[in-house]
C-alpha cells in the first residue's frame, strides 16, 4: 500500500496558528537543551570536550604515567587541540594577562609568528573569556557556543525567509547538528566559531534587502567582522562569498544591485576593522611554505571527494566514524563532511521537488551545487586547483562541501514550510524512495554474503578476501540509525491521519538524530589528564629555564609537536599553519632532500625521524644540534642506538626515558668575525651543513643579502660565495684526522674570546651585551622572519637572515648593549586602518542618530 493513499484528508491551517511563532529565546533554550543532551558526560562526570585522554594515552612522556590507567581515547578525532591549539591558547592568555600582544612564539620552531598566524585569533572577542575563567572551563563554554550560536544565526535568518517558524526551526537544527559543526565545534575552536558566523551575514543581507538599512548593516559588519577575528581564514572566505552570493541572486531575481552595494559597503568596513588582523597575517603568509608552494599536487589526488562519497547525505556514517577508528573514506574525515542527517535531507528532497516553491529555496540549491562542483573530483574542481589562485590555492579543496551542509539546510527549511502547508504527497514519495533505497542496499549486502557462501569457491574469486567484508559491515552498522529513523517515520504516517502527529513525529526524530550523531563524534575527557606534570618535563624545564636551550625527542621518546611550549620549553620541532620558509628548507636538507625542489611540508618541521635514521656522530646531525641548540634529547632506554659519549652525556632517566645532554650545542647567541652572502639555499645549506663549517681559521656567518649591501667597516671581513670547495678542500687535506666533533668544540672554546650574554629574552624582545675584540656579527639562533628590527646602543641596525634560518646583527668593536624586537609586517598600518574605520563607523552612527532625533524634533 502506498503511504500517500493514507494521508489524502486535507490538514488544513491547525498547526500554522499555534506555532507559527516560536521566538529566538526558545530557539537558544531548545539548542541549549540539546547541546546538553550531547554534552552529558560533562553534566554528569565533569568530564571536558577537550582530546586530554587522547594526550596521555598516546603521547609522551604522559604514557607511561598513565598507561592501563585511562580510558581508552578517540583514535583520531581532536589531537590538534593537544598537540597544537590547547598549548598556544595559553601561550597567548598568559602574555595578553601581562598587557603584552604576542607577536612572537619562541617556543615552537625555533621561533615562529604568533599573532600574525590567523589561527591564534587573538582580537576575537568571544575568547577574550579566557581572560576571565580558567582556560579549561573557557574551552568547554566556546565549545558549547559554537552549535548554539550557528543554530540562532541560521534561524534568524530563516524565519526571515519562510512563513512558518517551525521550518526556521527545523533548518536551524539542520545547521547546528551537521556534521561540519559537530566536527569544528570541540577541534581547534577556531574553525567552528569562524563558520558560526555565515549565516549572520546573511541574515544581515536580508535585512538589508528589506529596507532595514541601519540593523542590516551592523549585523552583516559585525558577523563579517567576528568571523574574520576567529581566525580560520578558508572558512571566513566562504561567509563573506555567501554573503556575496545572496545579494547577487537577489539582484538577479529582482534586478535592482543596491543590495550589492550595500553589502560590499559592509564587506569593506568589515575588513577596515579587522585590518590590524589580517594584514600582519596576509603578508606573513607571503613568506611561509603555505604561500610560496601555491597548489600542492597531492590536493587534487587526495582532498578532492569522488562522487560517490555523497551517499554520506543519507548515511552520515556510511565510510566509518573517526572516533572508533573504522573510518575508510577520502581525505581526513573532518574534512570531506557535507551531511546534515537522513530527516533534512528528506525535507530538502521535499522543498526541491514541490511547487509553489519559497525564493529562497533556488538559493539553497545552486549555493549546494556550487560546494559539489567545488568539493568532488571534477573536471571544473581539478581546473580551478591548476590555476593556482592566490590565496585560493592554500585551503583544502574538499572544505567546499561547507556550501553543501549550508544549502541542504536552507532547503530542509524550505520543505519544511512545503509539508506545513500541507504538501504531503510529495513527502511520502519521498519517503518511501529513501526506506526502498535502505532496503536495496540490504538486499545488496545479503546478496554478497549470499555469493560468498554459495559461488565464491566456484568462480574463484571472493569480495571478502579482497577486505570488502570490514568495509560492509562498517557501511551496516552504521546505517541502521538512518534507516531506523525514516521507518519509525513511515509507520507513524501509517498508522495516523493526525498530521500532528506527523510533523511532531518528523521533527522530534530529526533532534534525535542529529543530537545522536554529535554524541557520536564528541569526545570528553578527565580534565586530570590536562598536560600533567611529569619528572621529563620538570626536569628539562630545570636545566633549560636560564640559558633556553632546545629539547628533542626521538622515537618513542618523541613529544608530540607544540606541547613542550605548554611547559615553556624550546623545541626546534612544530606543526602550525604558518611557518619561516627558511626553517622548512632547513629542516628538509637535512632530511635529505638535496637539491631543494619546493617539497616543504606545509604545516610541519621535524628533525627525529631524520635524525635516527643518519645516526648521532654523522655530520650534519652535529652540525643541526649545534645550529638549532638542542642541548637535550630523549631517548628511549631500550633505544638501538645510544648518543656516544663524551659528547653525548647521559644526565637523568624515567622509565622508559633517558635524557642525554648534548655537550656541543651552540649557545643561544654568539659572535663570528667573518661572512659570505648566499641566496640560493642550496649553496648555503651546504655550507652550513659542511662537516668542516666549525673547522675554519676564522668564524663564519652566511647571511642571505646581497654583498653590496653590507656596510663598511664589515664590508672587508667577507664577500660573495660562489661555491663550498674551500671547505671541502679543507676536509680533504685533513683526511682521516678530520673530527666533527673535535672541529665544533675548538669553534666554541673560541667563542669565549668574544662573550655575548643574553640580558633579556622574550617573546617579542630579547636584549644582548657583546664585548666585541673585532667588527664581526652577533648570531641569535632563533629562527629569522621579516618583522624583526635591532638597535645596536639607541642606533638602529639591520637584521640578516643567516645561516639559512637564523638572525644575525653586525657589530663593531667593544661593549655594546643590544636590542631585539618583533613587530610583524603590516601591523602598524594594519592597526591605523582599523582605529580610522571604527572612529569612522561610529560618527555615521552618531550622525545617523543625530539626524532621527532631529527629525522627530523638528520634522523632515
Not at 14 to 27: A, E, S, T, Y
Not at 226 to 247: E, N
Given at each position: 500500500?502506498?503511504?500517500?493513499?493514507?494521508?489524502?484528508?486535507?490538514?488544513?491551517?491547525?498547526?500554522?496558528?499555534?506555532?507559527?511563532?516560536?521566538?529566538?529565546?526558545?530557539?537558544?533554550?531548545?539548542?541549549?537543551?540539546?547541546?546538553?543532551?550531547?554534552?552529558?558526560?560533562?553534566?554528569?562526570?565533569?568530564?571536558?570536550?577537550?582530546?586530554?585522554?587522547?594526550?596521555?594515552?598516546?603521547?609522551?612522556?604522559?604514557?607511561?604515567?598513565?598507561?592501563?590507567?585511562?580510558?581508552?581515547?578517540?583514535?583520531?578525532?581532536?589531537?590538534?587541540?593537544?598537540?597544537?591549539?590547547?598549548?598556544?591558547?595559553?601561550?597567548?592568555?598568559?602574555?595578553?594577562?601581562?598587557?603584552?600582544?604576542?607577536?612572537?612564539?619562541?617556543?615552537e620552531f625555533s621561533g615562529n609568528v604568533l599573532m600574525a598566524n590567523s589561527q591564534t585569533a587573538i582580537f576575537y572577542p568571544l575568547f577574550w573569556i579566557f581572560l576571565l575563567l580558567p582556560q579549561?572551563?573557557?574551552?568547554?563554554?566556546?565549545?558549547?557556543?559554537?552549535?548554539?550560536?550557528?543554530?540562532?544565526?541560521?534561524?534568524?535568518?530563516?524565519?526571515?525567509?519562510?512563513?512558518?517558524?517551525?521550518?526556521?526551526?527545523?533548518?536551524?537544527?539542520?545547521?547546528?547538528?551537521?556534521?561540519?559543526?559537530?566536527?569544528?565545534?570541540?577541534?581547534?575552536?577556531?574553525?567552528?566559531?569562524?563558520?558560526?558566523?555565515?549565516?549572520?551575514?546573511?541574515?544581515?543581507?536580508?535585512?538589508?534587502?528589506?529596507?532595514?538599512?541601519?540593523?542590516?548593516?551592523?549585523?552583516?559588519?559585525?558577523?563579517?567582522?567576528?568571523?574574520?577575528?576567529?581566525?580560520?581564514?578558508?572558512?571566513?572566505?566562504?561567509?563573506?562569498?555567501?554573503?556575496?552570493?545572496?545579494?547577487?541572486?537577489?539582484?538577479?531575481?529582482?534586478?535592482?544591485?543596491?543590495?550589492?552595494?550595500?553589502?560590499?559597503?559592509?564587506?569593506?568596513?568589515?575588513?577596515?576593522?579587522?585590518?590590524?588582523?589580517?594584514?600582519?597575517?596576509?603578508?606573513?603568509?607571503?613568506?611561509?611554505?603555505?604561500?610560496?608552494?601555491?597548489?600542492?599536487?597531492?590536493?587534487?589526488?587526495?582532498?578532492?571527494?569522488?562522487?560517490?562519497?555523497?551517499?554520506?547525505?543519507?548515511?552520515?556514517?556510511?565510510?566509518?566514524?573517526?572516533?572508533?577508528?573504522?573510518?575508510?573514506?577520502?581525505?581526513?574525515?573532518?574534512?570531506?563532511?557535507?551531511?546534515?542527517?537522513?530527516?533534512?535531507?528528506?525535507?530538502?528532497?521535499?522543498?526541491?521537488?514541490?511547487?509553489?516553491?519559497?525564493?529562497?529555496?533556488?538559493?539553497?540549491?545552486?549555493?549546494?551545487?556550487?560546494?559539489?562542483?567545488?568539493?568532488?573530483?571534477?573536471?571544473?574542481?581539478?581546473?580551478?586547483?591548476?590555476?593556482?589562485?592566490?590565496?585560493?590555492?592554500?585551503?583544502?579543496?574538499?572544505?567546499?562541501?561547507?556550501?553543501?551542509?549550508?544549502?541542504?539546510?536552507?532547503?530542509?527549511?524550505?520543505?519544511?514550510?512545503?509539508?506545513?502547508?500541507?504538501?504531503?504527497?510529495?513527502?511520502?514519495?519521498?519517503?518511501?524512495?529513501?526506506?526502498?533505497?535502505?532496503?536495496?542496499?540490504?538486499?545488496?549486502?545479503?546478496g554478497m554474503y549470499g555469493y560468498e557462501k554459495v559461488l565464491a569457491g566456484g568462480l574463484g574469486w571472493s569480495f571478502f578476501e579482497h577486505g570488502w567484508e570490514r568495509y560492509v559491515m562498517v557501511a551496516v552498522n552504521n546505517s541502521w540509525l538512518p534507516f531506523i529513523l525514516v521507518v519509525v517515520l513511515m509507520?507513524?504516517?501509517?498508522?495516523?491521519?493526525?498530521?500532528?502527529?506527523?510533523?511532531?513525529?518528523?521533527?522530534?526524530?530529526?533532534?534525535?538524530?542529529?543530537?545522536?550523531?554529535?554524541?557520536?563524534?564528541?569526545?570528553?575527557?578527565?580534565?586530570?589528564?590536562?598536560?600533567?606534570?611529569?619528572?621529563?618535563?620538570?626536569?628539562?624545564?630545570?636545566?633549560?629555564?636560564?640559558?633556553?636551550?632546545?629539547?628533542?625527542?626521538?622515537?618513542?621518546?618523541?613529544?608530540?609537536?607544540?606541547?613542550?611550549?605548554?611547559?615553556?620549553?624550546?623545541?626546534?620541532?612544530?606543526?602550525?599553519?604558518?611557518?619561516?620558509?627558511?626553517?622548512?628548507?632547513?629542516?628538509?636538507?637535512?632530511?635529505?632532500?638535496?637539491?631543494?625542489?619546493?617539497?616543504?611540508?606545509?604545516?610541519?618541521?621535524?628533525?627525529?625521524?631524520?635524525?635516527?635514521?643518519?645516526?648521532?656522530?654523522?655530520?650534519?646531525?652535529?652540525?643541526?644540534?649545534?645550529?638549532?641548540?638542542?642541548?637535550?634529547?630523549?631517548?628511549?632506554?631500550?633505544?638501538?642506538?645510544?648518543?656516544?659519549?663524551?659528547?653525548?652525556?647521559?644526565?637523568?632517566?624515567?622509565?622508559?626515558?633517558?635524557?642525554?645532554?648534548?655537550?656541543?650545542?651552540?649557545?643561544?647567541?654568539?659572535?663570528?668575525?667573518?661572512?659570505?652572502?648566499?641566496?640560493?639555499?642550496?649553496?648555503?645549506?651546504?655550507?652550513?651543513?659542511?662537516?668542516?663549517?666549525?673547522?675554519?681559521?676564522?668564524?663564519?656567518?652566511?647571511?642571505?643579502?646581497?654583498?653590496?649591501?653590507?656596510?663598511?667597516?664589515?664590508?672587508?671581513?667577507?664577500?660573495?660565495?660562489?661555491?663550498?670547495?674551500?671547505?671541502?678542500?679543507?676536509?680533504?687535506?685533513?683526511?682521516?684526522?678530520?673530527?666533527?666533533?673535535?672541529?665544533?668544540?675548538?669553534?666554541?672554546?673560541?667563542?669565549?674570546?668574544?662573550?655575548?650574554?643574553?640580558?633579556?629574552?622574550?617573546?617579542?624582545?630579547?636584549?644582548?651585551?657583546?664585548?666585541?675584540?673585532?667588527?664581526?656579527?652577533?648570531?641569535?639562533?632563533?629562527?629569522?622572519?621579516?618583522?624583526?628590527?635591532?638597535?645596536?646602543?639607541?642606533?638602529?641596525?639591520?637584521?640578516?637572515?643567516?645561516?639559512?634560518?637564523?638572525?644575525?646583527?653586525?657589530?663593531?668593536?667593544?661593549?655594546?648593549?643590544?636590542?631585539?624586537?618583533?613587530?610583524?609586517?603590516?601591523?602598524?598600518?594594519?592597526?591605523?586602518?582599523?582605529?580610522?574605520?571604527?572612529?569612522?563607523?561610529?560618527?555615521?552612527?552618531?550622525?545617523?542618530?543625530?539626524?532621527?532625533?532631529?527629525?522627530?524634533?523638528?520634522?523632515?
Amino acid at each position: 500500500m502506498r503511504i500517500t493513499s493514507k494521508v489524502k484528508q486535507e490538514f488544513g491551517e491547525l498547526l500554522l496558528p499555534k506555532f507559527k511563532k516560536i521566538g529566538p529565546v526558545w530557539v537558544v533554550l531548545i539548542l541549549e537543551l540539546m547541546t546538553l543532551a550531547a554534552y552529558y558526560p560533562l553534566l554528569m562526570w565533569g568530564k571536558v570536550p577537550v582530546a586530554f585522554d587522547w594526550g596521555v594515552n598516546n603521547y609522551q612522556p604522559w604514557k607511561v604515567d598513565f598507561l592501563n590507567t585511562s580510558q581508552p581515547a578517540p583514535k583520531l578525532a581532536g589531537h590538534d587541540d593537544v598537540r597544537i591549539f590547547y598549548p598556544q591558547r595559553k601561550l597567548i592568555i598568559e602574555s595578553l594577562k601581562k598587557g603584552v600582544i604576542p607577536y612572537w612564539n619562541p617556543y615552537e620552531f625555533s621561533g615562529n609568528v604568533l599573532m600574525a598566524n590567523s589561527q591564534t585569533a587573538i582580537f576575537y572577542p568571544l575568547f577574550w573569556i579566557f581572560l576571565l575563567l580558567p582556560q579549561i572551563g573557557a574551552w568547554t563554554l566556546m565549545s558549547f557556543l559554537v552549535p548554539v550560536m550557528a543554530g540562532l544565526g541560521m534561524y534568524l535568518f530563516l524565519r526571515r525567509v519562510v512563513n512558518h517558524d517551525l521550518a526556521a526551526v527545523v533548518g536551524a537544527l539542520a545547521w547546528a547538528y551537521s556534521e561540519v559543526i559537530i566536527t569544528r565545534s570541540p577541534d581547534g575552536l577556531v574553525a567552528g566559531h569562524t563558520l558560526i558566523w555565515l549565516p549572520w551575514v546573511v541574515w544581515g543581507v536580508e535585512k538589508l534587502r528589506r529596507g532595514e538599512n541601519g540593523g542590516g548593516l551592523l549585523v552583516a559588519v559585525l558577523a563579517q567582522s567576528l568571523s574574520m577575528t576567529a581566525g580560520w581564514f578558508q572558512f571566513t572566505c566562504y561567509t563573506y562569498l555567501v554573503g556575496g552570493m545572496y545579494g547577487m541572486y537577489w539582484w538577479w531575481r529582482e534586478k535592482d544591485k543596491s543590495l550589492v552595494v550595500k553589502y560590499g559597503l559592509a564587506s569593506l568596513m568589515s575588513l577596515g576593522i579587522t585590518a590590524a588582523h589580517w594584514l600582519p597575517a596576509y603578508l606573513a603568509l607571503q613568506w611561509t611554505p603555505r604561500g610560496t608552494m601555491g597548489t600542492p599536487v597531492e590536493f587534487a589526488r587526495e582532498h578532492l571527494m569522488p562522487l560517490w562519497q555523497v551517499v554520506t547525505l543519507a548515511v552520515p556514517h556510511f565510510f566509518g566514524q573517526v572516533i572508533n577508528g573504522s573510518y575508510f573514506g577520502t581525505s581526513e574525515y573532518k574534512e570531506g563532511v557535507m551531511t546534515v542527517g537522513v530527516l533534512p535531507l528528506l525535507l530538502a528532497l521535499v522543498g526541491l521537488t514541490s511547487k509553489n516553491k519559497l525564493p529562497v529555496l533556488k538559493f539553497g540549491f545552486w549555493l549546494m551545487m556550487f560546494g559539489l562542483v567545488m568539493g568532488t573530483n571534477n573536471p571544473i574542481a581539478v581546473m580551478v586547483l591548476k590555476l593556482n589562485l592566490p590565496i585560493v590555492s592554500t585551503f583544502l579543496p574538499n572544505r567546499w562541501l561547507v556550501l553543501v551542509t549550508v544549502g541542504l539546510s536552507i532547503l530542509a527549511a524550505a520543505g519544511m514550510e512545503q509539508i506545513l502547508r500541507n504538501r504531503w504527497k510529495v513527502f511520502g514519495k519521498w519517503l518511501e524512495i529513501i526506506v526502498a533505497a535502505f532496503g536495496g542496499f540490504y538486499a545488496l549486502v545479503a546478496g554478497m554474503y549470499g555469493y560468498e557462501k554459495v559461488l565464491a569457491g566456484g568462480l574463484g574469486w571472493s569480495f571478502f578476501e579482497h577486505g570488502w567484508e570490514r568495509y560492509v559491515m562498517v557501511a551496516v552498522n552504521n546505517s541502521w540509525l538512518p534507516f531506523i529513523l525514516v521507518v519509525v517515520l513511515m509507520l507513524v504516517m501509517l498508522g495516523t491521519k493526525r498530521r500532528l502527529w506527523v510533523v511532531g513525529t518528523l521533527v522530534g526524530l530529526m533532534a534525535l538524530g542529529q543530537v545522536s550523531r554529535a554524541h557520536q563524534y564528541w569526545y570528553f575527557s578527565d580534565p586530570a589528564h590536562a598536560f600533567p606534570d611529569n619528572p621529563i618535563w620538570t626536569y628539562l624545564d630545570d636545566q633549560t629555564k636560564d640559558n633556553r636551550a632546545r629539547v628533542l625527542g626521538i622515537s618513542y621518546s618523541r613529544f608530540t609537536s607544540d606541547t613542550p611550549s605548554y611547559y615553556g620549553l624550546y623545541s626546534p620541532e612544530g606543526v602550525d599553519a604558518l611557518y619561516p620558509i627558511w626553517y622548512g628548507e632547513f629542516t628538509n636538507f637535512y632530511d635529505g632532500l638535496f637539491p631543494y625542489k619546493g617539497e616543504t611540508k606545509r604545516i610541519e618541521a621535524s628533525f627525529a625521524e631524520a635524525l635516527e635514521r643518519r645516526g648521532w656522530t654523522d655530520p650534519m646531525t652535529v652540525n643541526m644540534l649545534a645550529h638549532l641548540g638542542v642541548e637535550y634529547v630523549v631517548v628511549p632506554k631500550d633505544h638501538g642506538d645510544m648518543p656516544p659519549e663524551p659528547d653525548y652525556s647521559k644526565v637523568f632517566a624515567y622509565q622508559w626515558h633517558s635524557v642525554y645532554r648534548f655537550n656541543l650545542a651552540l649557545p643561544k647567541v654568539y659572535f663570528v668575525t667573518s661572512y659570505v652572502t648566499s641566496d640560493w639555499p642550496d649553496l648555503t645549506l651546504e655550507r652550513v651543513f659542511e662537516p668542516e663549517f666549525f673547522g675554519q681559521l676564522k668564524s663564519q656567518v652566511v647571511l642571505a643579502t646581497d654583498s653590496e649591501k653590507i656596510k663598511e667597516p664589515w664590508r672587508s671581513l667577507g664577500g660573495q660565495l660562489k661555491d663550498n670547495f674551500d671547505l671541502k678542500l679543507q676536509r680533504y687535506l685533513e683526511g682521516n684526522k678530520f673530527n666533527d666533533f673535535d672541529t665544533l668544540a675548538q669553534f666554541e672554546k673560541n667563542l669565549i674570546n668574544n662573550p655575548v650574554e643574553v640580558n633579556q629574552y622574550e617573546g617579542n624582545r630579547m636584549e644582548l651585551m657583546v664585548s666585541a675584540r673585532s667588527n664581526g656579527f652577533v648570531v641569535v639562533g632563533d629562527t629569522f622572519f621579516p618583522g624583526w628590527q635591532a638597535e645596536v646602543d639607541g642606533t638602529p641596525a639591520p637584521v640578516y637572515r643567516a645561516n639559512g634560518t637564523f638572525r644575525a646583527v653586525p657589530v663593531k668593536a667593544g661593549e655594546h648593549r643590544i636590542v631585539m624586537k618583533f613587530v610583524p609586517e603590516g601591523w602598524q598600518q594594519g592597526k591605523m586602518v582599523s582605529m580610522i574605520t571604527v572612529a569612522g563607523g561610529l560618527m555615521m552612527v552618531g550622525g545617523w542618530i543625530l539626524i532621527k532625533r532631529l527629525r522627530a524634533n523638528y520634522g523632515p
